[in-house]
């Protein structure tokens, strides 16, 4: 039933699956991959507090599989329950040492939490455990920014995007981090290879705004800004570009 449940599902429909589930439960409540759909369906809805009770049923269920820890940790954190994740986490790491993607997650969790050194010590241990993790490189790069090591956090950024050239986040970060060090064409670059990759993220087209900012490129900077906004109208960062931009041509006039 629980193949028919994941059948379902795949093709989209939600109710049936849930209900294939609910039924597997009720025949046998120690069906684990029944809660673990459930959760997957919660998630993909972005119901993560219903994913983490499924989850924590399951964890009862297999307290020593750290695996299942690890994706309690995870909607926990997509939840915004960081502490409940960094203790998932801390908990998968306890069974399974050289789980590294349970190392970056509680990075990520802790960086949540203002601590920043140790999530740098997270992202260290994921990437000695797994030294082509791109997503970790990235992370590392990010809390270096928080502790003004920007230099260090450039280098990082460079990994990621050596280690897999289509992953945007970096170049565009690796370009925020270089704009602090007052290298603003290079940072430019940066945000258009970003873009080059992910052409209708917001976030990019504010920072290529800013780089343009900097390097007094003014009525670039309004066009990028207005790109932004047209992708993300709520954008608080791309009306404030904006305006700066414009208060910065009417100077010129």
């Known amino acids: ?38 959760a997957e369906i919660y998630s993909s809805q972005r119901e993560y507090l219903h994913a983490a009770e499924q989850l924590r049923r399951v964890t ?19 939840s915004g329950e960081l502490g409940g994740a960094a203790a998932s986490f801390r908990t998968a790491i306890e069974l399974e040492p050289r789980h590294a993607r349970a190392h970056n ?17 997270c992202y ?3 990437i000695e455990l797994d030294g082509r993790y791109a997503i970790a490189h990235n992370n590392l790069g990010i809390e270096l920014v928080e502790e003004h090591r920007l230099e260090e956090a450039v280098a990082s950024y460079d990994r990621a995007v050596q280690l897999n050239p289509a992953f945007a986040e970096p170049l565009s970060n690796r370009g925020n981090a270089l704009l602090r060090l007052a290298r603003a064409e290079q940072a430019l670059a940066c945000q258009d290879q970003a873009l080059a990759l992910e052409p209708l993220n917001a976030t990019f087209h504010c920072n290529r705004g800013n780089a343009l900012l900097k390097l007094r490129r003014f009525k670039e900077a309004l066009e990028s800004f207005d790109v932004a906004l047209r992708l993300r109208p709520e954008s608080a960062e791309g009306f404030t570009g904006r305006g700066t931009a414009l208060r910065e041509l009417q100077q010129l006039e």
């Open 105 to 121: 997650n509680l990075g990520r969790a802790l960086a949540g939490l203002g601590e920043h050194a140790a999530a740098i010590d």
């Open 60 to 78: 009862k269920l297999r307290p020593q599989e750290a695996g299942w820890h690890r994706r309690l940790g995870d909607a926990l954190f997509a």
């Open 124 to 126: 260290r241990r994921a």
């Open 1 to 38: 039933m629980i193949a028919q449940a994941v059948a379902h599902w795949r093709r989209g429909n939600r109710v049936e699956a849930e209900r294939l589930c609910a039924a597997v439960i009720a025949a046998s409540p120690e069906q684990i991959e029944a809660y673990g759909l459930l």
